[in-house]
Each structure stands twice: as C-alpha cells, then as structure tokens.
C-alpha cells in the first residue's frame, strides 16, 4: 500500500513518533511525505521515504496528483487546527480529494492508529480494486 504522510509544523515531532512507533507496519509499505516530513521521518526511522517538495512549495499538489491518480492508499494528514500558519499545507484540499476518491485520511493521532492498524490486519486491502 501508498501511504501519504503529512504534518503541520507543530505535528512533526508528533509525526516522527509515530512513525517510529509503527516502523514495522509502515516498513512494509510505501512511503510517500512532504518535504520535511519526510525528511524528519526518513532520520527518525531509516525507512525509505519518497519524498514531494515542502507542502508550501507545491508538495500538497504533488500529493493530491498522486491522489487524483489513485496512486495512494491512504493519508495521515496530521494537522493543527489551533495555530496551522498561512504559509502551511492545508488540508482542505486534500481532504476534498480523498473524499473524491474514496482514499482514507487521518488528520489526528486516535485516527491515525486506527488507520495504521487496519492496514497491518489488511483491511484497507478492498483499495486494490479501485487500482
């Protein structure tokens, strides 16, 4: 599976966190980030990361072509709807995307877990016929 990994900049400590807890899980799947979530989740983890421009820079769009293109599977989208900055991805973009495309999405940790675990029992396998 494609896994799309996004944080805003208060996230992305939280992100490499998780990313670090769920290694195996996520060591066993693609993955594909932003420009500095995924460079911070590659050092975290040593997993190989493919990794878009920064998600300011034009990254967010590189993730929804992938999108658009079913080439994801899933996205954890962590977000800080408190104090995300103007000049932070937003998730209103992609989160119109995957509700497009029936992709599934997690903008906080509680979904996240759950997304990553139904991906280890492979329950996010039914993506394959839309492939």
């Not at 190989?48 to 994801?72: D, K, T, W």
């Not at 509700?99 to 139904?118: C, G, K, S, V």
Request: proline residues 3%; charged residues 20%; glycine residues 8%.
């Amino acid at each position: 599976m494609n896994v799309g990994l996004v944080a805003h900049d208060t996230k992305k400590k939280l992100m490499q966190n998780f990313c670090i807890a769920y290694r195996g899980i996520l060591g066993r799947n693609s993955l594909f980030a932003t420009g500095t979530t995924g460079r911070l989740v590659s050092e975290a983890t040593n997993l190989n990361v493919h990794r878009y421009l920064p998600g300011n820079l034009g990254g967010i769009q590189q993730l929804g072509a992938a999108i658009e293109s079913n080439s994801i599977d899933m996205v954890i989208f962590l977000r800080d709807p408190l104090t995300a900055k103007r000049n932070e991805p937003d998730i209103h973009e992609i989160a119109k995307l995957c509700d497009t495309h029936n992709i599934p999405l997690a903008t906080n940790l509680a979904t996240a877990e759950l997304l990553i675990h139904a991906l280890d029992r492979g329950d996010l396998d039914w993506r394959e016929m839309y492939k």
